[in-house]
């Protein structure tokens, strides 16, 4: 193994650990809970992230989401609250059910098959919550 290859490795196993350390049960994470303790929270950081504090004249709320839902989409083994937080989010910045599907099937060519289910099954949920009027 090169010098190069085994320090990559090191730094890989380092990172893996460090997350872990941050968050044990990545799914159990709570954007509500958060919420709950300190109201305002998630739309203050959804403006700042996904706004237009970065750039007044880049993209759009809904273009950003959609960006966001892409990425997560192809990497989705820890992020599932994550995907669906910005899957909501995209919705009330007015993307279609239709385009955040496009969105993920897209991303099948990157991320795979099992991650491309799991991402389906994320926006399922919450397409199917917003239609029965839950949180």
């Given at each position: 193994m090169s010098d190069f290859a085994k320090m990559f490795q090191e730094m890989m196993e380092q990172m893996a650990e460090?997350?872990?350390?941050?968050?044990?049960?990545?799914?159990?994470?709570?954007?509500k809970a958060f919420e709950a303790?300190?109201?305002?929270?998630g739309a203050s950081f959804l403006e700042m992230a996904f706004g237009n504090t970065i750039n007044k004249n880049g993209l759009d709320a809904k273009?950003?989401?959609?960006?966001?839902?892409?990425?997560?989409?192809?990497?989705?083994?820890?992020?599932?609250?994550?995907?669906?937080?910005?899957?909501?989010?995209?919705?009330?910045?007015?993307?279609?059910?239709?385009e955040i599907t496009e969105?993920?099937?897209?991303?099948?060519?990157?991320?795979?098959?099992?991650?491309?289910?799991?991402?389906?099954?994320a926006a399922l949920e919450v397409f199917n919550a917003e239609e029965n009027g839950k949180d």
């Amino acid at each position: 193994m090169s010098d190069f290859a085994k320090m990559f490795q090191e730094m890989m196993e380092q990172m893996a650990e460090m997350g872990k350390k941050f968050a044990p049960d990545p799914n159990a994470f709570s954007p509500k809970a958060f919420e709950a303790m300190m109201p305002g929270v998630g739309a203050s950081f959804l403006e700042m992230a996904f706004g237009n504090t970065i750039n007044k004249n880049g993209l759009d709320a809904k273009t950003r989401f959609l960006v966001t839902i892409a990425g997560l989409s192809a990497q989705m083994v820890l992020q599932v609250p994550q995907l669906k937080l910005a899957i909501e989010s995209a919705r009330v910045a007015g993307a279609k059910k239709q385009e955040i599907t496009e969105v993920i099937m897209q991303m099948s060519m990157f991320g795979g098959m099992p991650s491309t289910t799991q991402a389906l099954q994320a926006a399922l949920e919450v397409f199917n919550a917003e239609e029965n009027g839950k949180d």
